[in-house]
Each structure stands twice: as C-alpha cells, then as structure tokens.
C-alpha cells in the first residue's frame, strides 16, 4: 500500500475542491435559466420557484459527473506532465 505524500494529498483536495465548485455553478446555472424562462413565460411564482428547485437538483447531479470526468483529465495531464518533467535531485558535496 503506498503513502500518501503531502503533495498527492493537496492534489486531491483541489480536485475535490473543484468538484463541488463545478458542480454548484451547475446547479446556480441550471436555476438561474429556469427561473428566468419561468418567469418571462408569465408563469405563475409557485411553479417557476419549484421547477426552478428541481432543475437545481438535476443540473447539480450533472455538474457531479462532469467534474468527476474534468477531474480524471487533469489528474492524468498532471502526472504525464511530472513524469514528462521530473524535478531533477541537487546534490550537495559535503566540504
């Protein structure tokens, strides 16, 4: 079982950190466009607020999938990109 290193650790949190950003301007998106096709509809307050809510739940989901698939695609481009480009080891001579 390999360790985790503080950096694999950082890269996970931003990927999950993401995530949940993609997945919220889904959901504010996905709310935003129903409410205003709602109400330029002339549709009554009620049903435009509860259609809207539903439509935040479900583009939500969907903001879930395409972050977790934005999110494997990075994390493959990062580590091409570290083992295209190693750091190279500075090695001190002792005096």
């Known amino acids: 079982m390999e360790k985790s290193s503080p950096e694999q650790a950082a890269d996970e949190s931003t990927s999950q950190h993401l995530g949940r950003v993609i997945a919220v301007v889904f959901a504010l998106c996905g709310f935003s466009l129903a409410a205003i096709s709602g109400l330029l509809a002339s549709n009554p307050a009620g049903d435009v607020v509860l259609r809207s809510i539903i439509a ?40």
């Open 56 to 95: 935040m739940i479900v583009c939500n989901l969907v903001g879930h999938g395409a972050a977790k698939c934005i999110a494997h695609v990075l994390d493959e481009h990062v580590a091409n990109y570290k083992k295209a480009r190693p750091i190279p080891e500075i090695r001190q001579d002792e005096g």
